[in-house]
């Protein structure tokens, strides 16, 4: 073990989360030699989960890309992230990264070092398959078709799964947020088998008691082993939704009742411990954002159809959340990336390529609360949406036609989020968005990057300055280190380090903390003004307050007026990541940046050295990931100097061309 991490990771914890992780590490050690636990199961089949009920012939429904997937999954044909339509193999390999080809050890789980690239490969493919989102896909494949093929299939992966992987053995019980994101899944996948009469008898008794006996096993391990403390994050609420979703589905267990209200309770306290009241996610990250929002949207509405709704404030967090995608997303439909993503759903209700998470969750909340706003950003009723509210949602958002309840906001001051920009929705939007907010949630900021004062800008559709992304997780350190690094954003780096100090893949030690020092609101409802400041370099031996102000003339000029208090002589270093889609030419003393239609004349400060990166892999610079695992060269300009005590600098960002 790496004792620098070590020490971190133990000074990010409180006295009594040491405390606890002692007395939960004696647990586990007893648990090695503890015998799965049991239950007395009552007789009958998995419950429906009480969801608003479906045409199963709606045209809303995809059924041609269901059955579509369906088939793939039962020839073993899969997609894993960047691998798609992989082979799986036969027996189906539950342990192997396919990735790098290493297969994970079949040992007890609290045994394994899951994060060791050496000893398991990259966990997130080897974790990916077993969520069991092909499952679902097979469950609606049987639902819309009663072929029982899709049963048969489900059937035998189903068995697979169970046989390669006992209670506790194995990668696959080392994350209790796996456990629950699996068990939940279970959960839906038996709520669509109930959608064809018989179709869960036809499983079978012997399988029906071997899936309500691994249900009971998932439900009991997830009880057991909660996140708590400095990581009470979104695993938490994961682990609390498989919860409630599996003692809903499977209440066959003395405990269902009292563990399923106590998964509502802590669901229901999580969703403002977690979301601020303005809609953004504490993790602060947009790539998270839907992923962490079905977490509290599902059991919701599962909640409403069990008659034990949740309370009208977790709904208005519900609703916050779907104002702050709606605001995010462009009028292409482009999100920008602010934080960790990793291409991680919590479920698969649309098996179509072009399915946009943040708009469903838009187009689902709309429906939800009766909101014409956001049913103008959704353009249309996806098909996740309408399995999850049915015919009575269809009725809603068709009632929905009508003139808006108000603009979107283009503030989110907890989250630390301001929007500027001009004809917002429409063809000629220009909108930038300007990054002052927390590096992250909880004392590990675990999923945040070092992207203090950043800016990004979207015009007429067109991504001009953009986040690069996240990359990857386990598998290249020095990338990791990379795309959540303040050179990666864009904003002011000072001697080549980070605003925010890493201690880990995901733990941060020293946190930069950014702070609005003024704002003047635009005549179109965002902002001409914008200035901010954070402390991030404080922890230098001579201090430095990075200050940035930045000028909207509500047409087609930004000023970017960046600003340095300090004492003695620092390098630094201001980048500007354009889109991989940008070209850029210099002419004279200005760059020309196109996308398309779209060109944007840059007029960088002067004393600068200033030059244009991509595709820079040592160190890595000039970059951006799309996808998790999938990365492309992309321009970035550069721009360095040293300096003596305090400087400004003025940076021009001009639109010249928007069709």
């Known amino acids: 073990m790496n004792f620098s991490w070590f020490w971190a990771r133990l000074r990010s914890m409180t006295f009594q989360e040491v405390r606890w992780r002692a007395k939960q590490l004696l647990r586990e050690r007893l648990e090695k030699f503890l015998p799965p636990p049991r239950a007395g199961l009552s007789l009958g089949v998995p419950q429906g989960l009480g969801l608003p009920r479906a045409n199963l012939n709606s045209g809303y429904i995809e059924k041609a890309a269901c059955l579509e997937a369906a088939e793939k999954i039962l020839d073993g044909v899969v997609s894993i992230f960047n691998l798609t339509d992989i082979s799986e193999g036969v027996p189906i390999p539950w342990h192997l990264d396919h990735q790098s080809g290493k297969e994970a050890p079949r040992v007890y789980s609290k045994d394994i070092n899951y994060r060791s690239f050496e000893e398991c490969g990259d966990i997130k493919y080897v974790w990916e398959p077993s969520r069991h989102l092909e499952l679902v896909t097979l469950a609606r494949a049987f639902a819309l078709t009663g072929d029982s093929r899709f049963r048969e299939g489900f059937k035998s992966r189903l068995n697979s799964w169970l046989s390669a992987n006992p209670f506790n053995q194995g990668v696959h019980w080392c994350s209790a947020l796996e456990v629950g994101i699996r068990l939940g899944n279970w959960a839906i996948c038996a709520d669509f ?13 012997d399988f029906l008691s071997d899936w309500k006996q691994a249900a009971f096993e998932h439900c009991h391990y997830i009880r057991h082993h909660v996140a708590a403390g400095s990581s009470a994050n979104n695993h938490l609420v994961g682990e609390l939704a498989g919860l409630f979703l599996g003692c809903s589905a499977f209440p066959f267990f003395p405990q269902s009742m009292d563990w399923r209200n106590w998964a509502q309770a802590a669901l229901e306290s999580e969703s403002e411990l977690q979301i601020y009241s303005d809609g953004v996610n504490k993790e602060q990250t947009t790539g998270y954002h839907p992923f962490i929002a079905d977490f ?17 404030s977790y709904w208005d967090r519900l609703e916050a959340m779907a104002n702050f995608s709606a605001s995010l997303i462009d009028v292409a439909g482009n999100v920008p990336f602010v934080g960790d993503l990793d291409d991680g759903h919590v479920t698969r209700l649309c098996d179509t390529p072009d399915f946009h998470p943040h708009l469903s969750l838009v187009a689902t909340m709309s429906v939800i609360r009766a909101r014409p706003t956001l049913r103008a950003k959704a353009k249309s009723l996806d098909e996740k949406t309408y399995w999850l509210t049915g015919e009575e949602g269809l009725t809603a958002w068709e009632n929905l036609i009508g003139p808006a309840d108000g ?17 917002w929705d429409s063809p000629e ?5 300007f990054d002052c907010g927390p590096l ?4 590990l900021a675990a999923h945040g990057h070092a992207d203090a004062l950043s800016i990004q800008l979207s015009v007429a559709g067109k991504e001009i300055l953009v986040d690069p992304g996240n990359w990857c997780y386990f598998q290249e350190p020095a990338w990791r280190d990379y795309f959540k690094g303040t050179l990666a954003h864009n904003t002011l780096q000072v001697d080549g380090l980070d605003q925010s100090s890493s201690a880990g893949m995901f733990l941060w030690r020293d946190k930069a903390r950014s702070s609005l020092l003024s704002s003047e609101v635009s005549k179109e409802g965002g902002f001409s003004r914008l200035a901010g400041e954070h402390d991030g370099y404080k922890r230098l031996a001579d201090s430095v307050v990075h200050r940035r102000d930045i000028e909207w003339d ?15 002589a620092h390098n630094y270093s201001l980048a500007f990541h354009f889109s991989e889609q940008c070209e850029i030419e210099k002419e004279g003393l200005q760059f020309i940046v196109s996308n398309g239609p779209v060109r944007v004349c840059f007029s960088p400060p002067a004393g600068w050295d200033a030059r244009i990166v991509k595709g820079q892999e040592d160190p890595p610079l000039g970059w951006r990931a799309t996808r998790f695992m999938v990365r492309n060269p992309s321009p970035v300009l550069l721009l360095q100097r040293s300096e003596e005590g305090d400087w400004e600098s003025l940076s021009k960002f001009e639109i010249t061309h928007l069709s």
Request: aromatic fraction near 12%.
């Open 296 to 312: 509290f949207l599902i059991p919701g509405i599962v909640a409403e159809g069990l008659g034990t709704p949740f309370s009208v």
């Open 440 to 443: 992250g949630f909880l004392s």
């Open 429 to 433: 939007e220009v909108k930038l968005i």
């Open 193 to 205: 088998f109930g959608r064809q009469s018989g179709g869960l008898e036809g499983l079978g008794e």
């Open 407 to 423: 603009p979107l906001p283009r503030a989110f001051p907890k989250g630390g989020y301001w929007l500027m920009g001009r004809k």
């Open 554 to 568: 509500s047409e087609s000029v930004f000023l970017i007026r960046d600003s340095v208090v300090a004492t003695e």
